[in-house]
């Protein structure tokens, strides 16, 4: 793979029994990149999503980050890539501290040393560990599912719909963390439709019956739902 790109998908398909959920998804995105890919529900944009992060198999096609094959190599995978899924993977009897034990403790950051004065407190999770999940708002529960996906500090950070049904403030503050985190060269690959987290992105792709096509970042509104459709 051209050392350029943090990511590339070729070829990418999916069915369900005679059902074709994707078919030749193809992108590349840089290191430092955003790249959102929106798109009607049930087009496929979840499916892709899990597929590159290691929850599907794909029936055919090929996907590299900084060039090790993910498809194959699924435990370089694994810690390469974070995940946060629409679903709330986290359990909702612990505290968010012993939920982020389960995860950090095969991770090589330091977790308290994150809650001092690293990712972790940038997302706020340090003010909130003595509390159960179950207790936690809608954003606190997304944010700490990021800081959950950060255990083995991945290179790509995949996220589907992290904004959906939150407030102005939680989606101001993810918003806020992606920033941090590009800065560092890393590469997030977002499924959404909100118009803030769209503008943070180098690229946006539409998803459309299983087909997926780049299209103008600056498309909007009406204009973007055309695409969609």
């Given at each position: 793979m051209?050392n350029?790109y943090?990511?590339?998908?070729?070829?990418v398909?999916k069915?369900?029994?005679r059902?074709k959920?994707?078919?030749?998804?193809?992108f590349?995105?840089r290191q430092?990149e955003?790249v959102a890919i929106a798109?009607?529900?049930?087009?496929?944009?979840?499916?892709?999503l899990?597929?590159?992060?290691?929850?599907?198999?794909?029936d055919?096609?090929?996907?590299e980050?900084n060039?090790?094959d993910?498809?194959?190599d699924?435990?370089?995978?694994g810690r390469?890539i974070g995940?946060?899924?629409q679903?709330?993977?986290?359990?909702?009897?612990?505290?968010?501290?012993?939920?982020?034990k389960?995860?950090?403790?095969?991770s090589?950051?330091?977790?308290e040393?994150?809650?001092?004065?690293?990712f972790l407190?940038?997302?706020?999770?340090?003010?909130?560990?003595?509390?159960p999940v179950?207790?936690?708002?809608?954003g606190m529960?997304k944010r700490?599912?990021?800081?959950?996906?950060m255990w083995a500090?991945?290179?790509v950070?995949i996220?589907?719909?992290p904004?959906a049904?939150?407030?102005?403030?939680?989606?101001k503050?993810?918003r806020e963390y992606?920033?941090?985190?590009l800065?560092?060269?890393r590469?997030?690959?977002l499924a959404?439709?909100d118009?803030?987290?769209?503008?943070?992105?180098?690229?946006?792709?539409?998803?459309s019956q299983g087909?997926?096509?780049?299209?103008?970042k600056?498309l909007?509104?009406?204009?973007l739902?055309?695409?969609?459709?």
């Amino acid at each position: 793979m051209d050392n350029e790109y943090s990511v590339k998908v070729e070829g990418v398909c999916k069915s369900y029994g005679r059902k074709k959920v994707l078919i030749n998804a193809s992108f590349i995105a840089r290191q430092g990149e955003c790249v959102a890919i929106a798109g009607l529900n049930g087009s496929g944009k979840s499916t892709l999503l899990s597929i590159l992060a290691g929850v599907q198999r794909a029936d055919n096609g090929r996907a590299e980050v900084n060039g090790i094959d993910i498809f194959r190599d699924t435990k370089a995978a694994g810690r390469m890539i974070g995940y946060v899924p629409q679903e709330n993977p986290l359990i909702q009897d612990l505290t968010v501290k012993d939920n982020l034990k389960l995860w950090y403790c095969d991770s090589p950051l330091d977790m308290e040393k994150e809650l001092r004065d690293g990712f972790l407190k940038l997302l706020g999770i340090d003010k909130m560990l003595k509390t159960p999940v179950k207790k936690l708002s809608g954003g606190m529960k997304k944010r700490v599912s990021i800081g959950i996906s950060m255990w083995a500090d991945p290179k790509v950070l995949i996220l589907d719909e992290p904004s959906a049904a939150l407030d102005l403030v939680a989606k101001k503050d993810i918003r806020e963390y992606l920033k941090t985190y590009l800065k560092r060269g890393r590469t997030v690959l977002l499924a959404t439709h909100d118009e803030d987290e769209l503008n943070i992105c180098s690229k946006i792709y539409v998803m459309s019956q299983g087909v997926l096509k780049e299209t103008s970042k600056e498309l909007r509104g009406d204009r973007l739902l055309e695409e969609m459709i």
